[in-house]
């Protein structure tokens, strides 16, 4: 993963896009404006000195299946190809067709300038609000090897919003050895309850040594210190915007928030 290639700890900020052609909630028309909204939200992440970023499609309506409307997986690959090319090749561009469209994440990560893709599901399975989502590890590593894209990086959610382990009971050491052992490079954990994310954390860190580990959200400026020490990095969302989750993206935001990531690499 990135940890690898860089020391200190590594953060992608998360650009939510608006509903896109191909899905339901898409206003004809708007296409221009997602575009023009993604990109800006890349440049204030660039310019406040983020390594990167998530490009992340929040539609309020999912297939719990592996798979994506064509129109919807040809306009993320033009905004990814956008921001790629604005930003250049230190500024790292992820990929996440939510809800579980790992495969369509993985090849418009490798056509259109993405370094990594990110996976709600990889192992075992979990319910969503829309059904419940089968990870198909065999099937995406498959085409993985398909399409020539082991230099696309693949973050495995374990235990998140996004993922929580069917029917309970998997620590989630075991599902982060899971999902290494099928071909995670990395994976993403953690959530509102600051206390058990850093548990989590270190047991999934002694279980699974040399696997880096993100934290799938919940950072802010004040509690970013804490968690960061934990981990190798963060997908970072709400806490850089004036408006939510889904709002746009300040590059002074970013960039109080890079120095704390600072301090921590200057202080290990």
């Known amino acids: 993963m990135a940890t690898s290639r860089r020391p200190g700890k590594v953060c992608y900020g998360v650009i939510h896009l608006g509903p896109l052609p191909g899905t339901p909630f898409y206003v004809p028309g708007s296409f221009d404006r997602v575009v023009a909204d993604a990109l800006g939200s890349a440049l204030a992440l660039h310019e406040g000195g983020a390594h990167g970023c998530l490009v992340q499609t929040a539609d309020r309506v999912y297939s719990t299946r592996d798979e994506a409307d064509p129109a919807r997986i040809a306009a993320v690959s033009l905004i990814v190809r956008a ?159 004036d408006d939510g989750w889904n709002g746009p993206i300040r590059a002074e935001k970013v960039a109080a928030y890079m120095e704390i990531v600072r301090s921590l690499d200057d202080a290990g």
Not at 137 to 153: C, G
């Open 83 to 241: 921001i790629a090319e604005r930003t250049g090749g230190g500024f790292r561009v992820g990929v996440q067709i939510m809800r579980h469209a790992t495969r369509a994440s993985l090849a418009v990560a490798k056509l259109a300038g993405g370094g990594f893709v990110r996976a709600g599901a990889l192992v075992g399975a979990t319910m969503s609000n829309h059904g419940l989502v089968n990870a198909e590890p065999a099937d995406v590593m498959a085409y993985r090897r398909t399409i020539d894209a082991w230099d696309v990086e693949l973050v495995a959610d374990v235990d998140s919003t996004h993922f929580q382990w069917f029917g309970g009971g998997k620590p989630t050491a075991d599902v982060a050895r899971a999902a290494r052992l099928v071909g995670a490079d990395a994976v993403c954990l953690g959530g509102p309850d600051e206390e058990r994310t850093l548990a989590t954390l270190a047991a999934v860190r002694a279980a699974v040594p040399g696997l880096p580990l993100f934290l799938a959200g919940h950072t802010t400026h004040e509690n970013a210190r804490r968690l960061l020490a934990g981990a190798d990095g963060a997908f970072v969302g709400g806490c850089l915007t």
